[in-house]
């Protein structure tokens, strides 16, 4: 996994930095769209630019003139800050196309809510009217009732009956009222049956809004901290960009860190292992001297545990003496 990490963290450098390129590239060309083309190209280039130049900084940095290194520093860092205006504009982008659909059932919403109030005045004007006549009707039949008359003839006898013309008034009255207050219950009915209808409507858009449950998390963190969706969606486009393309650079040059460590590493042992094989030609070369003036026979390894072997220089002596 130790040697494995150099790569992996390249890897992750160069899928970083291609998922920022990508953002980046379609933000500027939204900015741009008349030449869209030509900026797309153009910021592709730049991108590719942008990582050879923080590679050779940092494996040449020291070697550099200050001069160059100035220029290609700056130029990188301004090419960071495009980039990153670059993945702000097309986040943004994105919010806003699913800020006006939110938008847009908002409106709907609104409008089926106003409609709602305009039929409950309605309906209240209406109940309260009923009530009126609720009570107009009580009073007219209270005084059908009490339609009497009362007097004393010419005998002194109190004769008691109703009056006829009263009744027909009172009565008039009492079917007018009746008849208004039915009139009154079946747009009651209707008017009811309007506002939940519009209930239903605005309970079936809110539950078909995917957008709402797109904007869930966000609609949550703005009631929590009092900021509006827009400073919210900001804060949180801010924090990508902190995270996206400074990260990118800043694994790409720890990628060539890792790498050149690496290099060294691996020509050390070439090294070693090459001084031992001096080192053994050395001490060959040094055994093999003495054999080569004459073909002096050299005593073999006696089988015998006891054997002790003589020094090779005191075998050549021997065999010179009896030469």
Known sequence: MKRMLPYVMLLSALSLAATAAYYSIFGLSKLFSSQASAVIFMASILEASKLVTASYLHRHWSSIKWL?????????IILMAITSLGIYGFLVSSYQQTAYKMSAVESEIS???????????NLGAIQAEKESLNINI?????????????????EG?????????????LQGQLDSQLARREK???MEISIADSVSSIEMQILNTQLDNEVAAELGPLTYVSGITGASMDMVVNWFILLFIIVFDPLAVILLVSANRLLETKSNQDSVPVAEDEEDSLTEECEAKRVEA??????IPVPEKPKDASFKPHSLHNVWRSAKRKK
């Open 68 to 76: 160059a290194k100035t220029y290609l520093t700056t130029a990188m």
């Open 111 to 121: 409008v089926l809510d106003l409609k709602k109030q305009r039929y409950e005045t």
């Open 138 to 154: 009580s009073e007219l039949t209270k005084g059908l009732a009490n339609n009497v008359i009362s007097y004393v003839d010419g």
């Open 157 to 169: 006898n109190r004769i008691t009956t109703t009056s006829s013309a009263t009744r027909k008034v």
């Open 184 to 186: 009154l219950s079946d």
């Open 290 to 295: 003495p054999t080569q003036e004459s073909s």
